[in-house]
């Protein structure tokens, strides 16, 4: 029986297997291949990315093997890609428009249960159209009068190969006659290089500065040109800008001043120098010192750098900027002027400079803040200049701290410190001094006032009758 069952699977088997034979003796029609619509076939730079698709025919059963290939040697052991699908119809393979990739394509699939092939598809030539375009910079990003600085162009992605760069530079304000570019140097790029550069000291005026790049690619030369790139000695003022503000003040998000724009800094993980920086920034404000700085961790699109301080510049333009590896954002600055000291009182008597109270007495200190910045904060009440209550706190509202009896005798004061920060604090409050007095009680002060009595009343006694005797 089970025999029986085993040649009959067997013979279904051959039959099945036979007709794939058959089948597979003749092509099967043939895919086409194309540019992925996205791809400007008219356009194509090099070193782009691009994307050919190869479409199999509906009446196809699937799955099937798909390969990608030169059509100078196209046969069925070459391919250059392959991808296998169980159900698209059109696949797509991308590559890096190479020298070498510029040619004639053509794919062909293999259905893989039959192992039939298909005829290729119609060749598709795959044309290098130009360059993208190399890209110009300036080292530092902005720069004030009398420092160095470089124009640098790079190719737009890194290895290029037989590249030459060539420099331009002009003079502005443009001078009659003087329109033209005038050619700098040039540099052949040897295997790992990417850029030239023009060193430039001692910046004075202005320059525009513009690159050209040529490759030869295939037995022809290929060029394109940079955008004009503008070198001009700037005074980089700094500002600090509070939230939902547009004016300056002595807290707030550090901005510098670039041409017409107010650019954010930025900072890296990397230079650690964000205490550098705030010290500077709140001194070329005077705005005092630094109570606060934090760099915040998203980084804005238009930063223009990180100035690399070292906290004794009188101003950030004396900073230079570095702008690379930059991938937090700016700094939230809050200088002292911005933070005045907080005023300590005491409940039901003020903020007189001594209190006398007694023993049994409980005492309640005020310590209140008035500042623009919306910053969390602590309150930090001292005895005696040690840090003895803490608690957080904000502008405007007081924030006390009770003591029962005995209260300990000393000089009191209170002071803000940023939350987050161990280091940065105001200016100490007002001090109130406080001095333990217990008046004595009325029994005696009776009593006193009676022996007093009694002793000038004796004293009087004896006088009149030592004069009288
Ligand atoms: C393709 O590129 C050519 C040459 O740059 C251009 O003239 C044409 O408008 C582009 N076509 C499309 C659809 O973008
Ligand atoms: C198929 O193409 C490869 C190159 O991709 C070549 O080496 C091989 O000889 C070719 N085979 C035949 C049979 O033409
Ligand atoms: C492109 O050229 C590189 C060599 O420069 C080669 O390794 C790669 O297979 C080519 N890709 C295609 C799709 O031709
Ligand atoms: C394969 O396709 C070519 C055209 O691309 C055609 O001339 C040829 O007859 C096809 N061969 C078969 C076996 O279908
Ligand atoms: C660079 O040029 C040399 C000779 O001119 C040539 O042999 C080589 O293939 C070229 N390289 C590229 C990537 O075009
Ligand atoms: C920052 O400046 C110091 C000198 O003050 C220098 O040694 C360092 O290399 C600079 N850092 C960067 C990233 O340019």
Redesign the pocket.
């Known amino acids: 029986m089970k025999l029986h069952t085993l040649a009959v699977l067997w013979s279904v088997c051959w039959c099945m297997f036979a007709v794939q034979r058959v089948e597979s003796k003749e092509l099967l029609p043939a895919p086409t291949l194309s540019f992925n619509p996205r791809v400007n076939q008219s356009a194509i730079l090099l070193y782009s990315d691009i994307s050919l698709q190869c479409t199999i025919p509906n009446n196809v059963r699937m799955p099937v093997e798909i390969h990608l290939t030169h059509a100078e040697n196209a046969n069925y052991s070459s391919s250059i890609q392959s991808r296998t699908t169980w159900s698209l119809r059109v696949v797509d393979f991308e590559f890096q428009m190479k020298?070498d990739n510029e040619t004639a394509f053509i794919c062909w699939y293999r259905h893989i249960r039959s192992e039939g092939w298909s005829n290729f598809s119609a060749s598709l030539n795959v044309i290098i159209a130009g360059l993208s375009d190399p890209l110009m910079f300036l080292i530092p990003p902005a720069f004030p009068v009398g420092v160095k600085y470089i124009a640098q162009c790079e190719t737009p992605t890194k290895g290029y190969?037989?590249t030459t760069l060539k420099l331009y530079d002009r003079l502005l304000p443009i001078r009659p006659g003087k329109e033209a570019f005038e050619y700098i140097g040039l540099r052949v790029l040897l295997p790992g290089d990417w850029g030239a550069s023009v060193y430039r000291t001692n910046a004075g005026e202005t320059y525009e500065f513009i690159c050209e790049m040529e490759v030869?690619?295939?037995g022809r030369a290929l060029r394109s040109r940079s955008k004009i790139l503008t070198a001009m000695p700037e005074e980089l003022p700094v500002r600090l800008i509070p939230q939902n503000s547009d004016s300056g003040s002595c807290y707030g998000y550090a901005f510098l001043r670039v041409r017409d724009d107010w650019r954010p800094l930025c900072f890296s993980s990397t230079l650690q120098n964000t205490a550098e920086v705030a010290k500077v920034i709140c001194r070329e404000l005077g705005c005092g010192s630094v109570l606060d700085h934090k760099m915040l961790s998203t980084k804005s699109p238009d930063t223009i750098g990180t100035p690399n301080c070292t906290g004794n510049e009188k101003k950030i333009a004396e900073c230079p900027l570095v702008s690379y590896d930059c991938n937090q954002g700016t700094l939230s600055v809050i200088c002292s002027a911005s933070l005045s000291p907080p005023k300590l009182s005491l409940s039901e008597r003020g903020a007189d400079s001594l209190a006398y109270i007694r023993t049994e007495e409980s005492v309640t200190f005020r310590c209140i803040f008035e500042s623009p910045v919306d910053h969390s904060a602590y309150i930090v009440f001292t005895h005696n200049g040690v840090e003895s209550y803490t608690i957080s706190a904000r502008s405007g509202y007081a924030e006390r701290w009770s003591l029962s009896e005995t209260v300990p005798e000393g000089e009191y004061a209170c002071f803000v410190r940023m939350q987050g920060s161990t280091v940065y604090r105001t200016e100490r409050s007002n001090v109130i001094s406080i001095y333990i007095y217990d008046p004595p009680p009325a029994g005696a002060v009776a009593g006193g006032v009676i022996t007093t009595f009694f002793g000038v009343l004796i004293l009087i006694l004896l006088c009149v009758y030592g004069r009288s005797s």
Do not use: D, G, S
């Open positions: 020298p190969e037989n030869f690619v295939n």
